[in-house]
């Protein structure tokens, strides 16, 4: 049985059903969840072992990637006409690192998805082609938003680019995030965990020669003898493509000062799905929101108050070939 979903051997389509879910976007890949049975409930836990550390200082990721498999499973649950419900724990519980908890319901969930879009769902770091979101379709976007309780903010790709770039010479400054990449990246097909979680170079749009070229560079020796003469700008101007082409970024704005990250990871799963039925994709970027510098710098260009935080950024644009043609990024299998 599968390690994941200890327990749910007597309830095949809920297992089944979470597996689907497991499609849900999240940070690095690490598929930072668990579910198991407990009676009629299915538990969501954090796996610590899967969590990531110095790229996820606040836990915001993490907690934004259980939102995304939460609404996952909800609509997988839905569209199999199962009844289910979330609850979310209150305060976190630091011994069982229970999430929340799933219940049988016996009104389905609503979605207007269905689990072939969770399966459709990818993110896109390819090449881009030009032209932005139409505007009903961002309208909608910002209503959905705030039918959520959040807001959206936007710029256009080319006014990002500035933050882009300050944030990604930021990101691969710092040597515990560099060695966290090289942790969850799997740059090699012969990788042991190539096929089931972490970063490939499939989804890196990575040649062969940048894969190797790469994967040497971050590796912890390399990275510490290179570090002080212009490593991280090399390795910034190698991630350039996230920083090119057209399209327009978006920001979710929490209203709190508590960030409702798991609600903000559910809203950002329903606009990706939403934005894809429109053949429009989306690349999340973390580093621009995590680098003090261009935090601040968000921070006053979008008019964020005191009572509000960022809580996501992520591009959206039309992708410059099909993003289906692509292999589906890996997912565990357990066992
Ligand atoms: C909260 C969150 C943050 C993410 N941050 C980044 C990021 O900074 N850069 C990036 O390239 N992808 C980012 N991603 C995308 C994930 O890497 C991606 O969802 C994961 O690798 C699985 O691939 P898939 O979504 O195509 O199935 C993020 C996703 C989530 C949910």
Redo the contacts with the bound molecule.
Sequence with gaps: MDARFSGLSADDDLSALVSEAA???????TQPWGVDCQGDELVLRRDRTRTLGA??PRG??????F??FVESLLICAASAGVGLRFEASTGGDAETDEVGRFSRHPEGYQTTFSSADVRG?????GRWRDGAPPPDVLTAAAAEAERAGFRLVSMPTRDARPFLIRANRW?FGDAAIVAELHRWTRLSPRHPDYGED??NDA??VLSKVERAGLRMLISPRVFRALRGVGLPGLLARMSAS?TQGSGTVLGVVSPTEAPQELAA?RL?TRLWLGFQRHGLYV?????PLDCPETRAMLEERWQIARDEQLV???RVGIPASDPAARV??P?RSGG
Excluded: C, E, K
């Excluded at 915001?60 to 990637?65: E, I, V």
């Excluded at 769902?121 to 770091?125: I, L």
């Excluded at 690349?283 to 580093?287: D, R, T």
């Design positions: 499609r849900a976007a999240n940070a690095h890949n790229s996820d915001r990721d993490t907690m934004l990637s939102g995304a769902r990818r993110v896109w770091r990101f972490g970063l989804m890196l996230a990871g950002l690349h999340p970027q973390s580093a996501a950024w992520f589906a990024s997912r």
